[in-house]
């Protein structure tokens, strides 16, 4: 039986480094995810989840446990993409895709109207258009789109993570949606959207 | 239920956030509303669209190594964090005031030293000729009215220079205060 984790937590504050190990197994994928989606390229993505976790190291003591593990390193990668961001915007480079590796094996997307005319597989452009959609949006609309769709996480866990009210998550969500509706309807034809 | 409060709670319905008493309601306007339901059915298929995405996958190489990378670099960099109980017995005892006070007593305990092996000039009883202004000592006497007061003075044997340090006594030249005076 795997440990919890707080358990590893707890060994990992004993100074042991094998526990600390095995959550970083367990939560790399969560946190690469959240940067590449809010960040834009993978790369970036790569270094920003490893700096997340060396915070985490250096701050396991710190942890109270009052959220989970994964909601607090939700915020610390949230708060160090946003740092990131900030900083590319001051920096006013362009993004860019670099993608490691091959691609991701996507699961097939498929839309719920009965009356959907890409119901089915929607091909690999249609995808690649729809993370170029969400990259246009601004970063606060961004992030409670990626948290609430992506990381599938509540109204109450995503404002824990951004630091706002549920109504002010509910109000990003709205217009994230909203504009990404209005991006998307003109490229993908035919959606309802 | 109006349309104008439909659509207010649909977005929270659609994520499953809305309480089970206003999703009955809302449900029942759904059915006999086809603008409403229209609202659903296209946050039905935006979301769709977005849950599909998933990070591009990478290299084995690279998550192999992820973890170790990780412990690597923290170790590396400064801020390394100490275990718990290593810092609980760490000398929490330094803190800032501490650290004066005791800083104060090593000072009282040198100073005395060097009065005790006379490194310190102190008047003799046959040192009764009169000084000059130059050779006269900058302390002559002194008083203290507390116990908090103290005075200490290094003047080495042939050097006109002389230090002071006084401390937690009012002076007023020349005139007697009941607490400490300096002549």
Known sequence: MSASDRELIEACREGRDAPFEELVDRYKMKAYSLAYFLVGNAADALDISQEAFIKIYRNLHRFRGKSGFGTWLHRITYNLCMDFLRLRKRRASLSYRDEIGKPGEEPAIESSGKSNPLKGLVKKETREMVRGAIDRLPAKLKSVLVLREIEDLSYGEIAGIVGCSTGTVMSRLHHARKRLGKILKTVVKGQHL | ?183
């Not at chain 2, 104008?4 to 649909?10: S, Y």
């Not at chain 2, 100490?82 to 929490?92: F, T």
């Not at chain 2, 000729?129 to 507390?146: H, K, M, N």
């Not at chain 2, 005075?151 to 002071?164: G, H, L, Q």
């Open chain 2, 1 to 183: 239920m109006k349309c104008t409060r439909a659509l207010r709670r649909i977005q929270a319905y659609f994520d499953g956030e809305l309480p089970p008493g206003e999703s009955t309601a809302l449900e029942e306007h759904l059915r006999g509303c086809p603008s409403c339901s229209g609202e659903l059915e296209r946050l039905r298929d935006l979301s769709s669209l977005v849950k599909g995405l998933r990070a591009p996958s990478v290299n084995p190489e690279l998550w192999d190594n992820y973890s170790a990378g990780v412990l690597r670099k923290a170790r590396a960099a400064p801020g390394r964090r100490i275990p718990v109980r290593e810092r609980a017995g760490s000398l929490r005892l330094l803190h800032p005031r501490l650290a004066y006070a005791a800083a104060a007593i090593f000072l009282v305990f040198i100073v005395a030293m060097m009065y005790h092996f006379n490194v310190v000039r102190r008047p003799a009883a046959g040192d009764a000729a009169p000084l000059t202004a130059q050779q006269r000592p900058i302390v002559e006497r002194f008083e203290a009215g507390d116990l908090a007061s103290s005075v200490m003075a290094f003047a080495p044997e042939n050097d006109p220079v002389a230090i002071v340090w006084v401390f937690g006594c009012r002076i007023e030249n020349g005139q007697d205060s009941g607490e400490g005076t300096i002549l």
